[in-house]
Structures are given as structure tokens and as C-alpha cells.
């Protein structure tokens, strides 16, 4: 069993959808949880950092943390054909090691 | 203000072959550390640098080494390449201090043939 588990999809949504991914993990010592955007030939970009559980928000981005079901998620309400790409969730396994998902392929269909 | 840099882009060996990737950290930065990501997957923690030693290591053989030098930049040296060595290395950078706040390079897509 992975330590994380995220459905790769893909996903194809219209212009304007509110969209959600969400990520598994079995590790309950991980205390750090971010989310990552990738696009195509590029290096992931830092979308959103929580620590431990609860909701952070940032724009039309809003990750949660339920910490007691090792579920996270990530909310993209508006969403744009910009924001196609693909989104790595990330856990903190100590130093610099992050632990990644799969990643969830977007589509945003105009 | 440069983000993380990674050179080559782009790189082709045979198998059996030695390569080397370059890093230059985010200003301000003095940590760096090392992923290797496959085609479709997410990416695996190689090695993390700090003050010019291996801090951590994942699940790689020693075939993959490193190297910090006193500014902060890095070295990842892969001996002996095998075909499923072929991936997009990315280097990240970070402060020693906000250890879990990664910031990535673009990376270098190596191919063995």
C-alpha cells in the first residue's frame, strides 16, 4: 500500500466548475500537507501549505486537513482553462522529504 | 529575483554512462534537495544537502550521489545509468530552518537509450 493515494485521473471539467481533489494517506505522523500545481514540462509550483488539520484558503484555492481520516482535499471554485494542469498533493515526512501523490491530471474545458 | 535553477534542460546517454545535474538554490535558501520524478508519476525523494552534507536519503542506490558546494548550489551525479534511470530529475530548495517549504526547479529531463 502507497503511503499516499490519489486518484490520477484524468479530470475535464467546464469553465466556471468547482472542482475537488482529494489525496489519502496512511502515515498519521505527517503533521505538514501541501498541494502542488505541475504543468506540462515544468517543475512543481507551491499552490498551498496547512499545517496540521483545518482549512487554509488563498484566492479561489481552499485546501482541508482531516487529520482524524488521513483525508485531504483541494477546492478550486471558478475555475479557469488556466488552471489545467496537473496537482500533486505533498506530506512532510521530515527534512526535505516530501511524500507525493500520484498527481491528478485537470482538464478546464472553455 | 531567481527561483531554483537546473541545468541541462535536456540530456541523452547509453546505458552505462555517468551524467551529472546541476542546481543553483533560491536566493536565500541553503538546503537542497533532490527528486526524481517518472513519466505519470509523482515525484521520490533522492537526497537532501545541507552545510555541504547528506542530510537524508530515500530508497536509491548508491549509484546516485551528490554534492553541496559552499554557495548552496548542488551536484547529482548518477553512475553506471540504466534504462529506467530515464526521468525528470528536479531539484528543490528550501531553508534548514522551514524545512517542509520546498520551492522546485523546472528540472532536467534525462533519457537513457
Known amino acids: 500500500q502507497k503511503e499516499v493515494e490519489q486518484d490520477p485521473g484524468p479530470l475535464s471539467v467546464p469553465e466556471g466548475a468547482i472542482v475537488s481533489l482529494n489525496c489519502t494517506y496512511s502515515?498519521?505522523?505527517?503533521?505538514?500537507f501541501m498541494w502542488y500545481r505541475q504543468y506540462s514540462r515544468k517543475g512543481p509550483e507551491l499552490l498551498m501549505y496547512t499545517y496540521s488539520s483545518g482549512n487554509t484558503a488563498d484566492g479561489r484555492f481552499t485546501a482541508q486537513v482531516d487529520k482524524s481520516s488521513k483525508y485531504i482535499s483541494l477546492f478550486i471554485r471558478d475555475s479557469q482553462p488556466s488552471d489545467s494542469a496537473t496537482y500533486l498533493c505533498?506530506?512532510?515526512?521530515?527534512?526535505?522529504?516530501?511524500?507525493f501523490g500520484q498527481g491528478t491530471r485537470l482538464t478546464i474545458n472553455p | 529575483d531567481a527561483g531554483v535553477t537546473q541545468s541541462p534542460t535536456h540530456l541523452i546517454k547509453t546505458r552505462g554512462q555517468q551524467v551529472t545535474l546541476r542546481c543553483s538554490p533560491k536566493s536565500g535558501h541553503d538546503t537542497v534537495s533532490w527528486y526524481q520524478q517518472a513519466l505519470g508519476q509523482g515525484p521520490q525523494f533522492i537526497f537532501q544537502?545541507?552545510?555541504?552534507?547528506?542530510?537524508q536519503r530515500g530508497n536509491f542506490p548508491d549509484r546516485f550521489s551528490g554534492h553541496q558546494f559552499p554557495n548552496y548550489s548542488s551536484e547529482l551525479n548518477v553512475n553506471a545509468l540504466l534504462l529506467g534511470d530515464s526521468a525528470l530529475y528536479l531539484c528543490?530548495?528550501?531553508?534548514?530552518?522551514?524545512?517542509?517549504?520546498?520551492?522546485f526547479g523546472s528540472g532536467t529531463q534525462l533519457s537513457v537509450l
Open positions: 528543490a530548495s528550501g531553508s534548514w530552518v522551514i524545512n517542509e517549504k520546498l520551492f
Open positions: 544537502y545541507y552545510e555541504e552534507e547528506e542530510r
Open positions: 502515515n498519521s505522523a505527517f503533521q505538514y
Open positions: 505533498a506530506m512532510h515526512q521530515g527534512a526535505q522529504k516530501l511524500v
